[in-house]
């Protein structure tokens, strides 16, 4: 089972601002298997990004993703305020399918 | 649109068996291109993958869950059920349904159900 790893936490960061968000896999795995969830309060997660690297449709540009091996990147190049929520990384590779804890990115 | 929609009841014995049903509708579960699944989350904490189906009836579950989960799909109603068995307080928690292309990226997802496990 692969672990994925989410750090940090808890980021707090102003509207405006760049917001980057790791996920740490316990082995090496393909960027083709890597996506990211956006979930705001109250709400189902909503696909952002799938292959690493490939928006979802109607996900805006500000939103971009990054990295191989164990170490990928979510990046929010400048926050806005519908952007503070819980992000997850999943991996889809292989079974069974896992989730990174999340990390919340609150406003400062 | 495509619209998911979560039912079943909101609390459940422990040991007894819990049981969802997903509704699809403004599409088709019949399609080629997508499997269908189950996720939950904890209050307050993160998603677990339970499993998922394609229409033809081909499933695959979370090992974690495997002994006690079945998922079943009824193409004639465009509904998709899932059924965990032998549930504790530990099954207390949101349940989502979501549809999952390339097999396992959930695109679309229901509302969610919350069910609590208590007598």
């Known amino acids: 089972e692969i672990v994925l790893t989410q750090s940090p936490g808890t980021l707090s960061l102003s509207p405006g601002e760049r917001a980057t968000l790791s996920c740490r896999a316990s082995?090496?795995?393909?960027?083709?298997?890597l996506a990211w969830y956006q979930q705001r309060p109250g709400q189902a997660p909503r696909l952002l990004n799938n292959?690493?690297?490939s928006r979802a449709t109607g996900i805006p540009d500000r939103f971009s993703g990054s990295g191989s091996g164990t170490d990928f990147t979510l990046t929010i190049s400048r926050l806005e305020p519908e952007d503070f929520a819980v992000y997850y990384c999943?991996?889809?590779?292989?079974?069974?399918?896992?989730f990174g804890q999340g990390t919340r990115l609150e406003i400062k | 649109q495509l619209q998911l929609q979560e039912s079943g009841p909101g609390l459940v014995k422990p040991s007894e068996t819990l049981s969802l049903t997903c509704t699809v509708s403004?599409?088709?579960?019949?399609?080629?291109?997508?499997?269908w699944g189950w996720i939950r989350q904890p209050p307050g904490k993160g998603l677990e993958w339970i499993g998922s189906?394609?229409?033809?009836?081909?499933?695959y579950y979370n090992p974690s869950l495997k002994n006690r989960v079945t998922i079943s799909v009824d193409t004639s109603k465009n509904q998709f059920s899932l059924k965990l068995s032998s549930v504790t307080a530990a099954d207390t928690t949101m349940y989502y349904c979501?549809?999952?292309?390339?097999?396992?990226?959930?695109?679309?997802w229901g509302q969610g159900t919350l069910v609590t496990v208590s007598s």
């Open positions: 979501a549809r999952a292309h390339t097999g396992s990226i959930f695109d679309s």
């Open positions: 403004g599409g088709s579960i019949s399609s080629s291109s997508y499997y």
């Open positions: 189906i394609y229409y033809s009836g081909s499933t």
């Open positions: 082995q090496s795995v393909s960027s083709s298997y």
């Open positions: 292959a690493a690297s």
């Open positions: 999943q991996y889809y590779g292989s079974s069974p399918i896992t």
